[in-house]
């Protein structure tokens, strides 16, 4: 492997940064203190209103991103003392029933009119916050990092309310000054305004934004400028504690009572930095993973969803690439109690974002499982107009074993620790991203060994052609145990280009189409290949926003270790041996406007040992909007071997009801079956925000594992929350 690999690709993003002025920098909204009242009530009726400015020019995103917005908007905005106030009236052309998929927070952006703010305080174009609502007053909030990506993980505490007719609808919002955190003293913010009309099949926002990116890019973004500094930051402290109590069985085990009671705590340091609390967290209101069929010779990834670790998430978890992670939240905690746990995450100034996590779980002695403490540390510098470079450390310390054994200091080791710098790359205008970073692993009784691991990508965006390339290298001694790296030693490099074209004619059904290539190949240490994908592929996108895709699979692999192509615990296959095999697949996508919506796709052609592999996957919903969203979901695998493996099948079916009576009473019901696994879940969730960022959940979950692993597990919570804010 090249070791100058590294250091070449981040001369090449160095020399690919471009140094130029904030693209909409002439795109300036006034906003003007008010000493009149206002009622978040719909209504914009208040005198107010009637001295502000008006944002009401939008231009096009979607379906194509060359002339003004079809449909008027208007964005009228003030402040007082408290709170920030925004009031959005979105006009008809054509008045025609709205489309929203539910009441619930944080709803899915493409299946609902809706209206979304973008704010940078920091004016760094790559971190903020963004609030909105769909068209039935469904709340949406969430932080932003990268320069255009939303962690709606995050809640706040802020008001809203929607009021429609036929022509037009309305939002009124209320967000606290204390709810966000900025810089004392600045006069100019970066903003930006988005609207989705599915009716007309247009997205649109108040600042020129290229169609290849998405409306809350904040390289985009116009300014916000206030006529004196907005009202000094106030020290704001929170106690969020919860009290729980249920009843639960695992398995063979008896029946147990649950009685826990813990908390959060919320304050902030400074204006721009927090720092979060927790003792003796609990996490039974969380929805449960999407079960999949797995056919992967490689550990699968499944997204965190523990509150704790999500919100400025993007400082920890985004460090490396999705297969390369040294740190991943969901290794703590795993099948032992969090005792308690401390996060300080945020900006430091305009430049510098902190983020600093440590967490301690128990001792388990009945399996001999030491007290582990995890910390972990990332530091970022904005460098240029939007790039960064990174640092982390990461270290996971056993710190007490119940019994003194050699043999647990090899299954739990003393410490594990991993350091890490990198490059990112986003250039002014965004069509030019990428990142270079390098990574050393330090392990108990390895200190000479090929610990290391590095890689870096360049990628390019215009409206037409789409390109990246990247090279991987990850050490055959290289180890995270806070981290997901499914796979070692090998050297990976991989690249795609695209290109989309566009009918002539608006009368066009069709709004864009065009092919993509992409090739994926692996190396080992002496650059011999073990496996490689390619693909070629050909992207339809409809006006009516439904989408069509076909590809062409060229497939080789041989194999490193054994292996079942089944997964089902049937004979593997040998080291060394190796596998080619062509195959096709297709997906289609329905437009999301429709009560009944679908997605279909499937797989077809040749497999391991010259078999064959039949995939027909496919979600159906249908809504009663706003109130009940039905989805389910069928994925069927056919798998044909020769003996001893022969003929497989696996079925694997979900379903999930989503029930929002309003926008502060959810029920939701989600069943699966897993025939590969041989099981079945089933989890119900009630959930009542009787005040912002309050609720009482009733949580029922239930696993029953059938032939041979005959066995059942249930439990039954109900936990109540409380947010106390000074």
């Known amino acids: 492997m090249p070791k100058k690999s590294i250091l070449v690709f981040t001369i090449v993003l160095g020399v690919l940064h471009l140094h130029a002025q904030k693209k909409n920098a002439n795109f300036r909204y006034h906003i003007r203190k008010t000493t009149h009242p206002i009622t978040i009530d719909g209504v914009v009726d208040e005198k107010a209103w009637q001295e502000t400015d008006v944002a009401d020019d939008f231009f096009m995103v979607l379906p194509m991103d060359t002339g003004k917005a079809n449909e008027t908007s208007e964005i009228r905005m003030t402040y007082d003392d408290k709170n920030i106030y925004l009031a959005a009236i979105f006009f008809n052309s054509v008045p025609d029933k709205y489309y929203v998929e539910s009441l619930r927070r944080d709803f899915s952006f493409g ?37 255009g990506s939303v962690d709606l993980n995050w809640d706040t505490k802020w008001v809203s309310k929607v009021k429609q007719d036929p022509n037009k609808w309305v939002v009124e919002m209320a967000i606290p000054f204390k709810s966000i955190r900025y810089e004392d003293g600045v006069t100019e913010w970066g903003i930006n305004f988005s609207r989705l009309d599915l009716k007309s099949s247009e997205k649109s926002s108040w600042t020129p934004i290229p169609r290849q990116f998405p409306t809350a890019s904040l390289a985009y973004t116009g300014f916000l400028v206030w006529d004196t500094p907005p009202p000094a930051p106030r020290t704001n402290f929170s106690i969020i504690p919860y009290v729980l109590g249920g009843l639960s069985q695992d398995f063979d085990e008896e029946n147990d009572v649950q009685k826990r009671v813990g908390g959060d705590v919320k304050i902030s340091i400074s204006s721009s930095l927090n720092l979060d609390l927790t003792i003796n967290p609990d996490f039974s209101q969380v929805e449960v993973d999407r079960q999949v069929t797995n056919l992967d010779r490689f550990e699968l990834f499944f997204p965190e969803r523990r509150q704790f670790f999500l919100e400025n998430g993007d400082l920890f978890a985004n460090f490396g690439y999705p297969t390369i992670r040294p740190f991943f939240s969901r290794r703590i905690g795993l ?13 430091l100034n305009e430049k510098w974002r902190l983020g600093i996590m440590d967490m301690q779980t128990a001792t388990i002695d009945d399996i001999g499982r030491p007290n582990q403490n ?49 490059y990112n790359l986003a250039s002014s205008n965004n069509l030019w991203t990428g ?55 090998f050297v990976n490099v991989n690249a795609f280009l695209g290109h989309t074209f566009f009918p002539k004619t608006e009368e066009s059904k069709v709004l864009s189409h065009g092919p993509k290539w992409n090739s994926n190949y692996f190396l080992n240490r002496d650059l011999q290949r073990t ?73 077809f052609g040749g497999y391991y040992l010259d078999g064959n592999r039949i995939n027909l ?18 994925s069927y695998n056919h798998i044909s071997l020769p003996a001893p493996w022969n003929d497989t099948e696996f079925w694997l079916i979900g379903s999930e009801v989503d029930v929002t009576f309003t926008n ?4 939701a019901t989600l069943f699966q079956y897993n025939e590969q696994s041989r099981n079945f879940n089933l989890n119900s969730r009630f959930q009542w925000r009787y005040k912002p960022a309050s609720d009482l959940f009733l949580v029922y979950t239930n696993t029953q594992l059938l032939d041979p692993n005959i066995g059942k597990s249930w439990s039954l919570t109900l936990k109540f929350t409380h947010w106390f804010n000074w």
């Open 374 to 422: 995890f910390a972990v540390f990332s530091l970022q510098r904005k460098v240029f107009s939007r790039s960064s470079i990174g640092f982390m450390f990461v270290n996971k310390e056993s710190l007490r074993y119940p019994q003194e054994a050699d043999s647990l200091r090899t299954q739990f080791p003393k410490f594990n620790r991993n350091l890490g710098v990198e």
């Open 435 to 489: 990142k270079a970073f390098a990574l050393k692993s330090f392990a108990p009784g390895r200190i000479n060994g090929n610990d290391l691991t590095q890689a870096a990508h360049l990628e390019y965006k215009s409206r037409k052609w789409n390109w990246r390339v990247q090279e991987q290298y990850v050490g055959e001694d290289y180890t995270a145990e806070v981290g997901f790296v499914p796979r070692k030693d």
């Open 335 to 347: 099948g032992v109690p969090i005792r308690a746990g401390a996060r300080l995450s945020g900006n």
């Open 111 to 147: 299946k609902n009119d809706n209206f979304l703010l973008f704010i940078d305080p920091f004016n760094n174009q790559t971190t903020g916050f963004s609030f909105g609502s769909n068209a039935a007053g469904a709340q949406w909030d969430g932080t932003m990092f990268g320069g």
């Open 664 to 667: 502060k009473l959810f029920f």
């Open 531 to 603: 496996d490689n994908m390619s693909e070629l592929e050909y992207l339809l996108s409809f006006r009516n926003r439904s989408s069509f895709e076909v590809g062409l699979i060229n497939e080789y692999v041989e194999l490193l270790a054994p292996f079942d192509p089944t997964q089902s615990g049937k004979d593997s296959l040998d080291v060394g041996t190796k596998h080619r095999w062509n195959a096709a697949r297709f997906d289609y996508s329905s437009k999301p406007q429709s009560m009944f919506t679908y997605t279909v796709g499937g797989y």
């Open 617 to 634: 996957n496919g979600e159906l919903g249908y809504r009663f909007q706003p109130h009940v969203s039905l989805n389910a979901n069928l």
